[in-house]
């Protein structure tokens, strides 16, 4: 059983940063790999990043390529997401996810935190 627990959302303006973190616990969370996904206000939940469980391997969307960036700290059982130059597109609940392996879909992931609200203001 892995728990998940994400902070550090808020309001931002257009261009600015925020970074995310995703704290884990359970016996065996530091094994898990940890995708990051959002949900806009009336869209479906999308895929983000996602980073393995040693933290050498990371796979991001399109759309935050060379804007977003996550890594985890072992040691404290946290991922973090690293958001620059935010767009108000970015705006949505973001939600970390553990799962076996790096993937882009929902469903290869087992354990949800309950999200954390980004608002990127124009």
């Known amino acids: 059983q892995v728990q998940l627990v994400e902070s550090g959302g808020g309001l931002v303006q257009a261009g600015g940063s925020l970074r995310l973190s995703c704290a884990a616990s359970?016996?065996?969370?530091?094994?898990?790999?940890l995708g990051w996904f959002r949900q806009p206000p009336g869209k479906e939940r999308e895929f983000v990043a996602a980073i393995n469980w040693s933290g050498a391997r990371t796979y991001y969307a399109d759309s935050v390529k060379g804007r977003f960036t996550t890594s985890r700290d072992n040691a404290k059982n946290t991922v973090y997401l690293q958001m620059n130059s935010l767009k108000p597109e970015d705006t949505a609940v973001y939600y970390c996810?553990?799962?076996?392996?790096?993937?882009?879909?929902?469903?290869?992931?087992?354990?949800w935190g309950q999200g954390t609200q980004v608002t990127v203001s124009s």
């Open positions: 996810g553990a799962g076996r392996t790096i993937a882009t879909v929902q469903d290869e992931y087992n354990y």
């Open positions: 359970g016996r065996t969370a530091s094994s898990y790999t």
